[in-house]
């Protein structure tokens, strides 16, 4: 599956004060959205973790363009994808829409995998994303 597409509808939970979502819950979408593109494709984060030994995948940058102001009841639609692989890194893209076909937003994350590695400070290591875990999103290149 070359990108999932799910549902969104803007609670007041969402909202600042003037009742437009406040910008870190886009974040939370996007996140929500990798995961469940990763679902979709039969790679929930416990699968990558019991088949391949990945422990994580961090977020190394992250933007967003907004267009047109999301508010309180607003129905809305998120469709990830993964864009790119690029050595052991990946570009994730996320795109909001109104249910009236307006588009929202766009933004990307870029990731990575990790495994863990005690030898390191940190703990853990990027590691090249899987050849069978790429093939699983379609040819990119």
């Given at each position: 599956m070359k990108e999932f597409t799910s549902g969104i509808r803007v609670e007041w939970a969402h909202c600042d004060y003037a009742g437009i979502v406040f910008y870190p819950n886009f974040y939370t979408w996007f996140d929500q959205?990798?995961?469940?593109?990763?679902?979709?494709n039969g790679l929930s984060y416990t699968d990558l973790a019991e088949?391949?030994?990945?422990?994580?995948?961090?977020?190394l940058e992250t933007g967003t363009t907004?267009?047109?102001?999301?508010?309180?009841?607003?129905?809305?639609?998120i469709t990830s994808r993964i864009d790119a692989w690029e050595g052991k890194t990946f570009l994730v893209k996320h795109r909001i829409?109104?249910?009236?076909?307006?588009?929202?937003?766009?933004?990307?994350?870029?990731?990575?995998?990790?495994?863990?590695?005690p030898a390191l400070e940190r703990g853990i290591r990027a590691i090249a994303p899987p050849?069978?875990?790429?093939?699983?999103?379609?040819?990119?290149n």
């Open positions: 959205g990798t995961e469940r593109l990763f679902r979709a088949k391949y030994g990945i422990d994580g995948i961090p977020l907004y267009r047109n102001a999301c508010k309180l009841g607003a129905e809305l639609t829409v109104h249910a009236d076909g307006r588009e929202a937003l766009e933004g990307f994350e870029r990731r990575i995998f990790v495994v863990k590695d050849d069978d875990i790429r093939a699983r999103f379609g040819d990119l």
